[in-house]
């Protein structure tokens, strides 16, 4: 990329290092940014570094909030004795989105992966297991329908039968190695009712 300036070379790599970002789009992109007044780019900026800067894991279901606690978490409405276990907070709110659960969330941030060197202990499973100590009626394992989300989901249910929680699994009605993500929301409600208990 010789024939750009040092500084637009720059900002094409920095953009090109996101995710789903080839280097045709983190081109397209930078040449809007370019395009964009200083008032946009510095907004832009800001609400990249603030977000980094003051987001955390809530301290109860490990998503990421402004808070101690995320909205969910703090709602005294939801239904705190049913625990969905997540892979990740895209998850999470894809099952908000359908309106219907009304109990709250775990987010592992991860899923167990021995081809990846990702262990039980590199994902937020201690967090769960304290939180299983307090007056909880099922934990519903919703993680990934593929060769990690299973192997999650049974490495979990061992864990929590023992201590007499129900454990369910989502429905296959969720394909077999789908994102839950890119799942509609009927599909995933439909995952949800029809759970099996493990
Ligand atoms: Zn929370």
């Not at 941030?109 to 909880?136: K, N």
Request: hydrophobic share 35%; aromatic share 6%.
């Amino acid at each position: 990329m010789e024939f750009y300036s040092s500084q637009i070379s720059n900002l094409i790599e920095q953009l090109s290092r996101l995710p789903g970002i080839g280097a045709k789009s983190a081109q397209r992109l930078a040449f809007h940014i370019l395009n964009m007044s200083e008032q946009q780019v510095a907004g832009l900026a800001s609400a990249m570094t603030n977000a980094k800067k003051n987001v955390r894991y809530c301290k109860e279901c490990c998503t990421y909030t402004d808070d101690e606690l995320c909205p969910i978490c703090a709602n005294m409405r939801r239904n705190h004795k049913q625990i969905m276990v997540v892979e990740n907070p895209r998850d999470l709110a894809a099952y908000e989105k359908t309106g219907k659960y009304e109990g709250v969330y775990h987010v592992l941030h991860g899923a167990i992966s021995p081809m990846a060197g990702i262990g039980p202990e590199d994902i937020r499973l201690s967090e769960l297991m304290v939180r299983l100590s307090g007056d909880v009626d099922e934990v519903i394992v919703a993680t990934n329908k593929n060769l990690e989300g299973d192997t999650t989901a049974t490495y979990i249910s061992k864990l929590v039968k023992p201590i007499g929680i129900k454990v369910s699994r989502i429905a296959s009605g969720v394909p077999a190695g789908g994102d839950l993500e890119y799942i509609d929301e009927i599909t995933l409600y439909r995952a949800l009712e029809g759970r099996t208990y493990m």
